[in-house]
């Protein structure tokens, strides 16, 4: 096989990056590890442990559970999954009791920048998404959220960090709505939750009553796909995931995966060792740094820019100007309402986005300079 990866100086809209050369060597001693079989696997399944606690520490959970999940999508879906579980058991009395009454179908109310994965775990596990506006400023709106929820509602999901502005909800409100009708609460911070901690919003565990979190190595924290993260506050809440396995040493399993590759555990666990909390604090100033001197030079430039509150960069750039942009090598995306939207990882540096933005300069000068006559 002589095909080689692409490179990722061009790559403007990926939450992936290049790992950190210690998450790199590491993906590479563990991949034929399986931590989905801890009786067989002992090593990696310490290190499994390792990294929830480190992942903890991250995001202010004293004594956390959780595990190493194949990214985001998983974690958001098996949230959702202990949150139908959950309301299932205490619509049933706790117990199947075997009353004829069918309880209501259970829904999750997230806002309208959600992550599409709940889309899918709505689709997966049969429950009701419920969508709710943001605000002028992309987060969600509470009044919306508060009429929103009743007692048929199983999660309230709120966004650190959404995907396409960069933007954290009111977690602690999101919070208060959620316990007022008895659902659990959960963050999606998978993008967000390796940059929030060296900022001063409130969003994680010890900020909030946080049931659930989605927050990956794989993105911000530097680690080698596939890395996600799932925590819950209280280690009863995996319960409703796990299943038994009579045929591995271990009895019960509480992922949805089975056999899971061992790199991105290992790998984690070395990213956050070496990063955490310096290195990250180090690399989300650079990043965010580098989002605020882009937003600055699209902005002189005459675009519309969203501020970026986190190191992402949205900017209402022309369609033609986008296209030939994408033309021209950059991997960059657009918004639902078709920003350019630029995500500042790890492997955007400013030289990167120099040439970027002098090739924008570039574009325009020539859509402004006059046809030939032909
Ligand atoms: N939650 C949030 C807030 C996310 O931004 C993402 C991924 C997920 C969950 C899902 O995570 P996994 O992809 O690890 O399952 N967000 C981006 C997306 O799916 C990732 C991305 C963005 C990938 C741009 C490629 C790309 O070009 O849109």
């Not at 990866?5 to 790199?24: G, K």
């Not at 595990?67 to 199947?96: D, F, H, K, L």
């Not at 929103?148 to 960090?161: F, K, Q, S």
């Not at 819950?232 to 271990?250: F, H, I, K, Q």
Request: glycine share 8%; proline share 7%.
């Amino acid at each position: 096989m002589q095909r080689e990866p692409q490179a990722f100086d061009r790559v403007l809209s990926s939450m992936c990056t290049t790992p950190h050369p210690v998450a790199r060597e590491a993906a590479e001693r563990f991949l034929a590890t399986n931590p989905g079989d801890p009786g067989t696997y002992p090593t990696i399944s310490a290190l499994e442990d390792e990294a929830i606690e480190l992942l903890g520490e991250v995001a202010g959970l004293d004594d956390p559970a959780g595990y190493v999940a194949s990214g985001g999508t998983e974690a958001n879906i098996q949230a959702v999954r202990i949150a139908r579980e959950r309301a299932r058991t205490t619509a049933t009395g706790g117990e199947m009791s075997g009353t004829p009454e069918t309880p209501e179908t259970p829904t999750v109310v997230m806002p309208e920048s959600g992550h599409f994965s709940f889309q899918k775990a709505a689709n997966v596990l049969g429950v009701d998404l419920e969508l709710v506006p943001t605000d002028d400023d992309h987060r969600v709106d509470l009044e919306a959220v508060r009429a929103c929820v009743d007692e048929t509602t199983a999660m309230v999901v709120g966004v650190a960090g959404t995907t396409e502005y960069g933007r954290v909800d009111p977690i602690p409100e999101l919070g208060e709505i959620a316990q007022s009708v008895d659902a659990l609460l959960h963050v999606d911070a998978a993008w967000g939750g390796f940059v929030l901690p060296f900022t001063d919003h409130a969003w994680q565990f010890d900020h909030a009553p946080v049931d659930t979190m989605a927050i990956d190595p794989h993105k911000m924290g530097q680690a080698a796909v596939p890395a996600g993260g799932l925590l819950v506050r209280d280690e009863t809440l995996l319960d409703e995931l796990a299943v038994d396995t009579p045929y591995l040493e271990s009895t019960s399993q509480a992922t949805l995966t089975g056999t899971r590759s061992g790199a991105g555990v290992a790998s984690a666990v070395a990213a956050m060792t070496e990063l955490w909390p310096d290195g990250y604090r180090e690399q989300y100033e650079r990043s965010q740094a580098n989002a605020e001197w882009l937003a600055a030079e699209l902005a002189a430039l005459g675009y519309d820019v969203v501020d970026p509150e986190l190191p992402l960069v949205a900017a209402d750039l022309p369609q033609a100007t986008f296209e030939a942009l994408r033309e021209a090598g950059w991997r960059i995306s657009s918004t639902g309402s078709g920003e350019l939207r630029v995500v500042c990882m790890p492997h955007v540096t400013r030289a990167q986005l120099e040439s970027f933005v002098a090739e924008i300069d570039a574009l325009e000068s020539e859509s402004e300079t006059p046809a030939a006559t032909t």
